[in-house]
């Protein structure tokens, strides 16, 4: 039996895959936790990119992130109990892959611009400014966010489990 089998045939994963709520829940905590998480990360972006400068950065961005880190986990942990209802079908699923795979990006990205955007904050006076190329990478996290969302969609309708 392989390791995908065996997590799909636990009680575990049973349970979820057979109760009439858990599933339903799962995904309905999972649509608004990622509605936080895509959106605060992209009001982040667009003030990076320039919209809304009139907005000091220092006051905006600390005040988002902790609503977008925390909807992360909300996104994850949920993600993680409905694939590992079906992880037959998810396990293999390519919008999964693909999915998780530019979430990977995205995340690293965000961590990175997290990091040097406070560590600007506690060397530097006023509000930090913004290069061309972070105004680029600002604006290519936005798009893959909507690939991720994309891909989230679609993962119901090619391999999905119904
Ligand atoms: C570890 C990370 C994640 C895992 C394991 C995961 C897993 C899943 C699974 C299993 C489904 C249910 C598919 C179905 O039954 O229809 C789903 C749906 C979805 N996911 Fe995720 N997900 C993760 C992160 C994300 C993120 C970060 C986003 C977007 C920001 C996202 C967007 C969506 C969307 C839009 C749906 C469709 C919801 C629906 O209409 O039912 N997911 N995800």
Redesign the pocket.
């Known amino acids: 039996m392989s390791f995908i089998e065996w997590l799909h045939a636990t009680g575990y994963a049973t349970v979820i895959r057979e109760s009439l709520i858990i599933y339903p829940y799962l995904?309905v905590i999972?649509?608004v936790a990622?509605s936080f998480?895509?959106g605060s990360l992209t009001v982040v972006s667009l003030r990076v990119a320039g919209l809304g400068s009139r907005i000091p950065a220092r006051d905006l961005i600390p005040t988002v992130m902790p609503l977008a880190w925390a909807s992360?986990v909300v996104?994850?942990l949920t993600?993680?109990h409905?694939?590992v209802g079906?992880f037959e079908v998810?396990a293999v699923n390519d919008p999964?892959k693909i999915?998780?795979a530019l979430?990977a990006v995205v995340l690293i990205y965000t961590a990175r611009f997290h990091y040097r955007f406070n560590r600007e904050l506690l060397l530097g006076s006023g509000d930090p400014v913004f290069t061309g190329r972070d105004k680029a990478l600002a604006i290519g996290a936005i798009v893959i966010?909507t690939l991720?969302?994309t891909m989230?969609?679609l993962?119901?309708y090619i391999q999905?489990?119904d």
């Open positions: 995904q999972h649509i990622l998480l895509a992360l996104v994850v993600g993680t409905m694939a079906f998810f999964m999915k998780l979430l966010w991720i969302i989230g969609k993962l119901a999905g489990k």
